[in-house]
């Protein structure tokens, strides 16, 4: 992040500036007190103004004291703009530097929002609610055992990288070339073949910080990342899922290619110690968003982490599902809104979904990928008295990807649920709306 010292380089001739305002404000400062001097000597005055003048202490020492006061005053006063308007100043982009400190400090006073998933949905999601608050903690799944981030778990004994790095270039303020950079790919070399520099790089930081959640930390900071990004354990967890057929398989990656439907999915170790972050988050939060993400092998894994299962049930903040726009195959084909809400509930503590609302996406008319196997979830034939959270209904999809959601739509209904939840807590008269 730029300071304030970069602001002072030559080219940008801003010295000369700073010296000209210090001199106007000395020039006004004598003139006032010439003014005051004059006043004090004509105008008699009360005896309480002799005491708020420290007329009782000596001229030097007077004068020291009110130098020292304006020096911290002035120091204090650089340190806040450097906090505050500098960094909106750095990430403008094509704002103007009004409209970029109104944006920066609109998003510093955003709600507290938790997003609780993996895979592609979860970055989604973030890139669109960055954009409302700053304010932003993801938690992310570490049952990833496919791809490059499952090699390096297997290679270096470390928590899958892909997913935090997803999630921290979503909610990051870098550059098209820095984003470009961080999800290439390898595609040849001995070893790295198949690799994402990214996840390299998250390797590297744990390497030279010392531990993973460090990594997280720093990279976060050197990436300028508006939020948090946590993983829901810290546990080397394998996903395991029991089929229709009773038979098992273990492993995310292999899950979704057994070509058999699930019946239920369960984590060896099966208690988990959760992230004490990630708790203490979702009990702080305003928001907590489940998905959206793959519902088997992305969005269940962290609740079956018991901690962040049983916060997720237990904390006061609105609790919203979004439902997945299209099924998945090998997870999800043939389902509805109520399939996902149903596993979701078969899964979480007390057998019971804890959401206020299901937010689910009624442009279902878009053409699908011609293979056939993904499908449209359609919102309609939900059962309500059956699950307890209602159903909103949103155009939420991308119509250039129309398997996937378009991150603004999502994180406009997002917000317009939670500032609707908000207006009906300040008001018992008010209802929620549907989006």
Not at 30 to 53: C, F, K, N, S, W
Not at 211 to 228: D, H, I, P, T, Y
Not at 263 to 270: A, C, F, S, T
Not at 401 to 420: G, N, T
Request: glycine share 8%.
């Amino acid at each position: 992040m730029m300071d304030l010292a970069r602001l002072l380089q030559p080219g940008l001739h801003l010295k000369r500036w700073i010296f000209v305002a210090l001199l106007g404000l000395v020039c006004t400062s004598l003139g006032l007190a010439y003014m005051l001097v004059h006043l004090y000597r004509v105008q008699p005055l009360p005896e309480v103004a002799g005491v708020l003048t420290l007329q009782f202490i000596d001229r030097l020492n007077r004068g020291l004291l009110f130098s020292g006061v304006g020096v911290a005053l002035l120091v204090l006063a650089s340190l806040k703009l450097n906090q505050n308007v500098v960094p909106a100043f750095a990430h403008r982009g094509n704002e103007s530097l009004a409209e970029a400190l109104y944006s920066y400090r609109f998003r510093q006073r955003g709600p507290k929002v938790v997003v609780i998933g993996g895979g592609t949905g979860l970055s989604v999601a973030l890139r669109g609610l960055k954009q409302y608050t700053s304010n932003l903690t993801a938690i992310v799944t570490v049952a990833d055992d496919g791809g490059s981030s499952g090699r390096l778990r297997r290679d270096m004994g470390m928590l899958p990288p892909g997913d935090f790095r997803n999630c921290m270039i979503a909610l990051a303020d870098v550059e098209p070339l820095m984003e470009k950079l961080l999800q290439y790919r390898f595609n040849h070399g001995s070893g790295l073949d198949g690799h994402s520099f990214g996840n390299l790089f998250i390797v590297a930081m744990a390497e030279v910080t010392g531990n993973f959640e460090r990594a997280l930390q720093e990279s976060s900071r050197v990436l300028a990342v508006r939020g948090r990004v946590l993983p829901s354990t810290l546990a080397n967890v394998t996903l395991c899922a029991e089929m229709d057929d009773s038979g098992t398989v273990h492993g995310e990656s292999a899950i979704s290619t057994s070509g058999r439907h699930i019946r239920h999915v369960y984590l060896q170790p099966d208690d988990p110690p959760a992230y004490p972050e990630a708790v203490g988050a979702i009990y702080d939060a305003d928001l907590v968003v489940v998905g959206p993400g793959s519902l088997y092998t992305s969005v269940l894994p962290n609740l079956l982490v018991s901690d962040i299962g049983a916060a997720l049930q237990r904390c006061k903040a609105l609790k919203l599902y979004v439902c997945n726009v299209a099924t998945q195959p090998g997870e999800t084909e043939g389902y509805r809104v109520d399939d996902h809400v149903d596993a979701l509930a078969r899964h979480l503590p007390g057998r019971r979904a804890p959401f206020h609302s299901i937010l689910a996406n009624s442009h279902v008319d878009l053409p699908m990928p011609p293979s056939g196997k993904v499908q449209p979830v359609p919102p309609d034939g939900y059962h309500a008295e059956r699950f307890g959270p209602n159903v909103v209904v949103a155009d939420l999809v991308d119509e250039d990807r129309p398997v996937r959601h378009d991150s603004k739509k999502l994180a406009e209904a997002l917000m317009r649920l939670y500032e609707d939840r908000r207006g009906a807590a300040e008001s018992p008269h008010r209802e929620l709306q549907e989006v």
